[in-house]
């Protein structure tokens, strides 16, 4: 297993445009965590699955971002009618959560950039 | 409110010196805190997590719940440890829904 994989890794796209990322986890782990990261700050959570289940969403995510996990294995995020202030880089990280403990490790992809014109 | 601060974006040092980058977070409940460290063309990965009571690449964390600081402490840099240090609490918005949350980062550089 390579770990956590993010594609496209780049993507340019003109504003109005819809646009979505893959994620692929580490094939055992349960968890899986959409965050977004702008220069200068730290990653920024935006939303977490726990197998096919969405079980929190950030009050930061408008309704122009959606994420999906079907069958609880890879996931996407789209992100439609793109705006100037979406560029940024997504990350995604996964991890194996078991009943009793909070978190645990994440394991974090290379990211996607992505930059609205 | 929750927060976690990183007071300082920029830290140098000179190899050999002891380094500390600093974090202050704010908490109603007991957090589980953790750094994580992204090296120049790496991704973001775990360094240590204050449960564990570990050292990892020569560096440690003490979590002091009165003070609310969790800094990272190393007694003698190496060039190698030049990269972007993130503490990141995970704690809960409510329920038991746990998350991991960043602080905006600091950038060790270590000169020779």
């Known amino acids: 297993d390579t770990g956590v994989s993010q594609n496209p890794r780049h993507k340019i796209t003109k504003r109005g445009q819809n646009v979505t990322f893959r994620c692929d986890p580490i094939?055992?782990?349960?968890?899986l965590y959409w965050y977004r990261q702008t220069l200068g700050q730290g990653p920024e959570f935006l939303t977490y699955?726990?197998?096919?289940?969405?079980?929190?969403k950030s009050r930061l995510l408008s309704d122009r971002f959606s994420a999906e996990r079907p069958k609880g294995s890879f996931s996407t995020l789209e992100i439609q009618r793109t705006e100037q202030g979406d560029s940024a880089m997504y990350l995604c990280?996964?991890?194996?959560?078991?009943?009793?403990?909070?978190?645990?490790?994440?394991?974090f992809g290379e990211g996607s950039r992505l930059t609205v014109l | 409110a929750q927060r976690v601060t990183q007071p300082e974006k920029l830290l140098s040092v000179f190899k050999g010196a002891p380094v500390e980058l600093k974090c202050n977070y704010s908490y109603s409940g007991s957090p589980e805190l953790f750094w994580y460290v992204q090296y120049s063309r790496q991704r973001l990965q775990l360094l240590l997590r204050h449960i564990s009571r570990e050292s990892i690449k020569g560096f440690t964390a003490d979590l002091n719940k009165g003070e609310t600081s969790f800094h990272l402490k190393k007694p003698f840099a190496q060039e190698e440890d030049s990269a972007m240090y993130y503490c990141a609490p995970q704690w809960s918005s409510g329920g038991s829904n746990y998350k991991l949350t960043f602080g905006k980062g600091t950038l060790l550089t270590v000169n020779p």
């Open positions: 094939s055992e782990h349960n968890r």
């Open positions: 699955f726990q197998n096919e289940a969405q079980l929190e």
């Open positions: 990280a996964s991890s194996r959560w078991r009943t009793g403990t909070r978190t645990g490790e994440l394991f």
